[in-house]
């Protein structure tokens, strides 16, 4: 192969992957919102440690319990924090 038909072969892979990378945002999936657009925002934060979990939304604490397969067992009601 000659330097001119090697040049342009890779010009064409180059062209093919910057194209690809323009369209990878279109074709990813796009987030899905079910949230009602006028309800206020909550902080949601979510840890655990081996069968528990806890989970802080608002001001609010709930305690969860799952069996060693991790289906849930047990939610506790929810406990306000003090503010």
């Not at 990813?28 to 934060?45: I, L, N, S, Y």
């Not at 528990?52 to 991790?70: F, M, S």
Request: net charge negative.
């Amino acid at each position: 192969m000659s330097s001119t038909r090697i040049t342009n072969f890779l010009l064409l892979i180059v062209a093919i992957l910057l194209t690809a990378n323009l369209l990878r945002p279109m074709l990813a999936p796009a987030t899905a919102h079910a949230d009602d657009e006028t309800a206020t925002e909550e902080f949601t934060a979510i840890t655990g440690a081996g069968r528990t979990c806890w989970i802080l939304k608002g001001n609010k604490v709930y305690y969860i319990l799952a069996d060693n397969e991790g289906y849930i067992k047990h939610i506790n009601r929810p406990e306000e924090l003090p503010e």
